[in-house]
Structure formats: structure tokens, C-alpha cells
T-cell receptor
Framework: GESVGLHLPTLSVQEGDNSIINCAYSNSASDYFIWYKQESGKGPQFIIDIRSNMDKRQGQRVTVLLNKTVKHLSLQIAATQPGDSAVYFCAEKQGGYQKVTFGTGTKLQVIP | GAVVSQHPSWVICKSGTSVKIECRSLDFQATTMFWYRQFPKQSLMLMATSNEGSKATYEQGVEKDKFLINHASLTLSTLTVTSAHPEDSSFYIC?????????????FGPGTRLTVL
């Protein structure tokens, strides 16, 4: 079936550097995408979202890029901090449906 | 605002017993709640969608008689794992959609760790 997947299971970055987490999706009908952060033993925390009519959206220290041509989504974290260490999931949703499908997740490790 | 709680946060039970997990929207009304299961180092898998006052919609492969869902009010949904077995040990997470809010907005609870001995 169609699914959302990630390229890198683990990403290690130096504190202060920028992080880029990638995600590939296969459902061309998806029109809404979300990035979540999940710390160990906790529920997912919303970071940022983007709709398919946009290709870039910025938040505080985070930017999401969407390339519909190649069905690729990325999350950029500027000046990565130790508190950013967590597992990051991309998720996708198709308009008219309530179901949100989660990708496999990338573990971000920030090296002090 | 938009806080979702779960109770208990963790539970250990014996094989064959039933366990009830509560999901509450504390400061908003949720017409729809979702139940997910997450195994260690894996992603969240949707189990079922629960609409207030109606039967839950289960995802393919999820046994509705084993995972009983009740959504009797706009602020409470419960998941009961019946006759639990060790393979049911997992992290169960609920989310709630704000009634009248953007269709895409889901707020997640902190999760419940279930361990079946």
C-alpha cells in the first residue's frame, strides 16, 4: 500500500549545526503534511505543517520544504540544540479523510 | 490550550486480564479521537478512529473484539484491551481532533505504556 518513509534512520549532528531530516512519500493524493517530534516515552509533538499548495513554510528555527515533483519532504532545524534530540516523524494526510499516516521516523542525536 | 491526557501513564498486568486506557481532552471538545499503537523503535500505527456517539472504525488487521473502543462523550474515549497477552505489550497513544476546528488538527496524548506479563 502507499506509505510515507524516511531515508535515514539516525542522524547525528554537532550542537549549533543545522539539521536536515528527509522524508519520501508515495501517495500523490496527499495534500497535507506534518512533522512531529517524539521524545522518549512521550506522545508526538506537533512541529510544523505544510499544505500541498506550498513548497516552503518557516517556523521558529524550523523550515519544512515540500517537493511534489519527487514526492519529497524535509525538515530543517537551524542551530540544533541538545533539546532537539528526539525521533522525528513525517506524516501525511489526504483531504477529505481523517486518517494521518506516519512515516518510519528518524532519530536525531545532537552531539554537545 | 488543546491538552490531551491519558490514564494510566503505564500499566503492568497479567496475561488474560483486561486493561482500560482513558483518553481525555481537557480543555476542548473532541468529536473524533484516534488510537495508535507504537512498538519500540517503530512508528505509530493507527488502530481505530473513534467518533463520539457512534461505533469506532478499525483499521485493517485490528481486532475490534479485542480492542474495545468507547467514545461516550466529547471529552472521553476509552480503549480496553481484552484478554491481554504479552504480544499486546506496547505504547498506546491517543489523539483528539478539535470539534469545529480545522479538520487537520490533531492533539496527541502522552501515551500509555502497557506491559503484559
Amino acid at each position: 500500500g502507499e506509505s510515507v518513509g524516511l531515508h535515514l534512520p539516525t542522524l547525528s549532528v554537532q550542537e549549533g549545526d543545522n539539521s536536515i531530516i528527509n522524508c519520501a512519500y508515495s501517495n500523490s493524493a496527499s495534500d497535507y503534511f506534518i512533522w512531529y517530534k517524539q521524545e522518549s516515552g512521550k506522545g508526538p509533538q506537533f512541529i510544523i505543517d505544510i499544505r500541498s499548495n506550498m513548497d516552503k513554510r518557516q517556523g521558529q528555527r524550523v523550515t519544512v520544504l515540500l517537493n511534489k515533483t519527487v514526492k519529497h519532504l524535509s525538515l530543517q532545524i537551524a542551530a540544533t540544540q541538545p533539546g532537539d534530540s528526539a525521533v522525528y516523524f513525517c506524516a501525511e494526510k489526504q483531504g477529505g479523510y481523517q486518517k494521518v499516516t506516519f512515516g518510519t521516523g528518524t532519530k536525531l542525536q545532537v552531539i554537545p | 490550550g488543546a491538552v490531551v491526557s491519558q490514564h494510566p501513564s503505564w500499566v503492568i498486568c497479567k496475561s488474560g486480564t483486561s486493561v482500560k486506557i482513558e483518553c481525555r481532552s481537557l480543555d476542548f471538545q473532541a468529536t473524533t479521537m484516534f488510537w495508535y499503537r507504537q512498538f519500540p523503535k517503530q512508528s505509530l500505527m493507527l488502530m481505530a478512529t473513534s467518533n463520539e456517539g457512534s461505533k469506532a472504525t478499525y483499521e485493517q488487521g485490528v481486532e475490534k473484539d479485542k480492542f474495545l473502543i468507547n467514545h461516550a462523550s466529547l471529552t472521553l474515549s476509552t480503549l480496553t484491551v481484552t484478554s491481554a497477552h504479552p504480544e499486546d505489550s506496547s505504547f498506546y497513544i491517543c489523539s483528539a481532533r478539535l470539534a469545529g476546528g480545522p479538520q487537520d488538527t490533531q492533539y496527541f496524548g502522552p501515551g500509555t505504556r502497557l506491559t503484559v506479563l
